[in-house]
């Protein structure tokens, strides 16, 4: 009970610097991902070295996640299924850049998009924001595979939230109702721009880190 309240301690005291360290390369590039083997990530930035396969196996899993928390409920960062379809923080200074792309509604984000898909697009359009077990829709729950087709597109965005009831729930919404409850005054630029853009970011990334990160539309 001694060790394991040590343990504990020493993880809660080093938070802050590994939230410090994390946040700083986020900054410096604009995009970070959760994991990966070759780009910038918070598993990688606290383990110390590429994690290949599950972060959760490490020995600093449970700091990993707490961080990623922490990240997560940041104001100035926005969490997106974007480079590689993998978990990607952005910074507040792309935020513009991936709205634009978001309700541009370009011919990539509908390719091969299942009739599902495109009606319950249709539905988080009417309402602006549900849940994945509201009522109010006729997915009752909503299909993971569903809203994984529409947030790996950035036609809508998701969040994962607790609920009063303290359930796991997602938050499937549309950009404009999201810009509202981050309270973030959207401008939106021409998507061709912006696109351009992120790729410019991710570009640089690739040849910086060696990675082989990839966005949606690629």
Request: proline share 5%.
């Amino acid at each position: 009970m001694a060790d394991s309240t040590v343990t504990s301690r020493k993880m809660t005291a080093s938070l802050p610097k590994h939230f410090d360290r994390v946040f700083a390369q986020l900054q410096e590039d604009g995009l970070l991902l959760l994991s990966d083997p070759e780009l910038p990530s918070v598993s990688g930035i606290i383990a110390g070295e590429k994690i290949r396969g599950s972060w959760w196996s490490h020995e600093l899993g449970q700091t990993i996640f707490t961080v990623s928390e922490m990240i997560e409920d940041h104001k100035d960062v926005l969490i997106v299924k974007l480079i590689s379809r993998k978990v990607t923080f952005v910074h507040r200074d792309l935020w513009n850049e991936i709205y634009s792309i978001g309700i541009a509604r370009e011919p990539w984000q509908f390719k091969k998009l299942s009739p599902k898909g495109r009606r319950f697009l249709k539905v988080v359009d009417g309402v602006g924001l549900t849940y994945t077990y509201d009522v109010r829709t006729s997915f009752t729950p909503i299909p993971a595979d569903v809203a994984r087709e529409l947030e790996t597109r950035l036609l809508v965005h998701t969040e994962q939230v607790h609920t009063e009831t303290g359930k796991h729930a997602r938050v499937i919404e549309t950009w404009p109702s999201w810009a509202v409850r981050a309270d973030f005054r959207a401008r939106a630029i021409d998507p061709v721009i912006a696109r351009q853009s992120v790729e410019q970011r991710l570009a640089d990334m690739n040849k910086k880190y060696n990675g082989r990160g990839k966005l949606p539309w690629q």
